[in-house]
């Protein structure tokens, strides 16, 4: 069975779960306080609020510094991914944690490291499907163009789409060119 809490960070109200096994899922701000919580609980497969056990709690306070803009390093947080991705996506996760603080990656890079050249889509697909953003980067995934090889900020699923991710991305000081409205 899950838990999961709801906590206060400079870009709104975030949300973790977890289990024994480790964190399952991180939400970014909804709308609202009580939309957060109604997608945490959905990626999150029920639960019930609880207090953090300390792994958890340190990953909180890592996720508000992060979000206060500092440095974090999130690699010594248990995860469990069971059930949550193929064994491709487990791979492209993994391979992500890789990719530090103000680092960026294209989809087909992504795919390379993860050992499957060719497979910048099903990156994609993993990407939509992380249910651990910033613990597992998503944000800092780029897409290019087919046609001019440009990077672009590629898609992103979390509320205030890729205005959000551009977002994520300045506080780390990676400028992925004009913003729209996001949502902190």
Not at 115 to 142: D, F, K, S, T, Y
Request: hydrophobic share 40%; charged share 20%.
């Amino acid at each position: 069975m899950s838990s999961y809490c709801l906590f206060e960070t400079a870009i709104g109200t975030c949300g973790v779960a977890w289990n024994e096994r480790g964190l399952t899922g991180v939400q970014l701000p909804e709308a609202d306080r009580a939309a957060t919580e109604r997608r945490l609980k959905a990626r999150a497969g029920g639960g019930a609020p609880a207090e953090p056990p300390p792994a958890i709690a340190a990953a909180i306070d890592a996720l508000r510094r992060h979000f206060a803009g500092e440095r974090s390093d999130f690699s010594a947080v248990p995860l469990d991914l069971s059930g949550a991705a193929s064994p491709f996506h487990a791979r492209v996760y993994a391979a992500l944690r890789d990719i530090g603080w103000g680092a960026t990656i294209t989809y087909g890079e992504l795919a390379a490291k993860a050992g499957g050249p060719g497979e910048a889509q099903e990156v994609g697909i993993a990407m939509a499907r992380n249910r651990l953003p910033i613990v597992v980067p998503c944000h800092r995934v780029l897409g290019t163009s087919q046609k001019r090889g440009e990077v672009n900020a590629g898609g992103f699923s979390a509320y205030g789409g890729v205005a959000t991710k551009a977002k994520l991305l300045a506080l780390e000081g990676v400028d992925i060119g004009p913003r729209q409205k996001s949502l902190f």
